[in-house]
């Protein structure tokens, strides 16, 4: 621990402009430096954010070591099926003293519900069987967590539910999160156990009561530094040799660790702790805080994990610009991720686009026969889309792909192909 805070003040002292890299485990919240020096952020949000995790108090263990085998810092936060009841209700507080690491596991991950669908089926050695299990029939799983700020803006506004949404954005009021409010999302899939020394792992128990180990393949920051939101995604280094992946489709941009080389040298950044630890086999993709760059050209950044399907189109900034609500006729509306044309489907996600470029006011408008703006924007994060109405509540909510969380899964259950030959749901 000692050689690490002297080999991170000697890089601090290299660079008068740099980062403070002295307390690693301390989140940073900076506003020039996310906008100027993008890809050294995200590094030190990534350290931060990976820290061991106290589990009691949910925040950095400052006596914790660096890829020690723990929960990290964003594991102990809320997770988003904590936050979003599916009757709308209240979450209760944050508590600290409790280990939300330890939420259960169809809570804690996003997969298709046997309540919603109770006559799905997969293929297992040629014969069609029941599913029992979305969790150990899912090629990968995928999370969200919200930090402490994030959450308590939600909750204090009851934008958990869609009830509280549309009250917050009537009468043109905004939803704007405070500087500080944080979401991620993760993918994970799982790995051998003579992999385990190359990923963050978790172990999974599933409806069998057996364990599955996992290890983090992809994690997207979004952080709440700037107005439109600071944007930085990772990816484990061994991602795009995956038999079930589709490679890289964009080339990864880090000024940072390849100073001196190519933004897309493909390492890590020396000198900052990775060494020796799992976290030195996962690689920055990219940063983003512009809709367009210098000379009007919209920015992309593509995770291949999380924007299967469209990461030649994929923008983070502008996707989740378009987080919105509406309502006509009682039934609630969301703008859609998918740029399609007509007689598209957002269930093919073979030739799925996404938007880029600068929002457009018409995304927005209203209606011909509404008073009001048809889609009222909800600060770029898209996981409110997630809220259900209350229990009690008259609203309709239409239904919601999760495409709207960019996975690559259509409305209707689909059987794809695993490298093992079997079919599952993805």
Not at 19 to 29: H, V
Not at 262 to 291: I, K
Not at 321 to 340: H, Q, V
Request: net charge positive.
């Amino acid at each position: 621990m000692r050689a690490l805070a002297v080999s991170l003040a000697l890089l601090a002292a290299s660079h008068a402009s740099a980062l403070d890299w002295s307390k690693p485990w301390a989140e940073p919240q900076d506003a020039v430096a996310a906008r100027d020096q993008s890809d050294e952020y995200a590094w030190r949000l990534f350290i931060a954010l990976n820290w061991p995790a106290d589990p009691i108090a949910r925040t950095a263990d400052r006596a914790g070591r660096l890829g020690a085998e723990r929960p990290v810092v964003w594991e102990t936060w809320q997770s988003a099926g904590d936050v979003y009841l599916e009757d709308g209700a209240d979450p209760g507080p944050w508590q600290a003293g409790r280990p939300n690491q330890a939420l259960p596991a169809e809570r804690r991950f996003e997969t298709f519900s046997l309540k919603d669908f109770p006559n799905a089926r997969h293929i297992v050695g040629g014969v069609m069987v029941p599913l029992v299990d979305p969790l150990a029939s899912s090629r990968r799983l995928t999370e969200i967590r919200l930090n402490r700020a994030a959450f308590q803006f939600i909750r204090s506004r009851e934008l958990y539910n869609v009830d509280g949404q549309l009250r917050a954005v009537a009468g043109a009021r905004t939803v704007s999160f405070p500087y500080g409010a944080q979401e991620v999302k993760a993918k994970w899939r799982p790995i051998s156990p003579a992999e385990r020394s190359r990923y963050h792992t978790l172990l999974v128990t599933l409806a069998d009561g057996t364990q599955r180990l996992y290890g983090l393949t992809a994690l997207h920051i979004a952080s709440k530094d700037l107005p439109t939101w600071f944007w930085a995604t990772f990816e484990h280094v061994d991602n795009p040799s995956l038999p079930d992946g589709e490679g890289w489709q964009l080339p990864s941009r880090d000024a940072f660790a390849c100073r001196g080389e190519t933004s897309d040298c493909n390492r890590a950044p020396r000198e900052v702790g990775l060494a020796g630890t799992v976290w030195q086999y996962y690689r920055l993709r990219g940063t983003m805080t512009r809709f367009v760059d210098a000379a009007g050209v919209p920015q992309r950044l593509a995770n291949s994990e999380l924007e299967a399907g469209f990461q030649t189109t994929a923008s983070c900034i502008t996707c989740h610009s378009r987080a919105s609500i509406g309502i006509r006729a009682g039934a609630l509306l969301r703008l859609p991720i998918f740029d399609l044309v007509s007689g598209e489907s957002d269930s093919d996600i073979r030739g799925r686009r996404g938007f880029t470029g600068a929002p457009q006011a018409e995304w927005f408008a209203a209606g011909a026969e509404q008073a009001t703006p048809r889609f009222q924007p909800l600060d770029f994060v898209w996981s409110l889309a997630k809220a259900r109405p209350k229990k009690a509540s008259s609203l309709t909510a239409a239904p919601v792909s999760r495409n709207i969380f960019n996975d690559p899964v259509p409305r209707s259950i689909a059987l794809l192909s695993n490298s093992d030959g079997a079919r599952s749901l993805r």
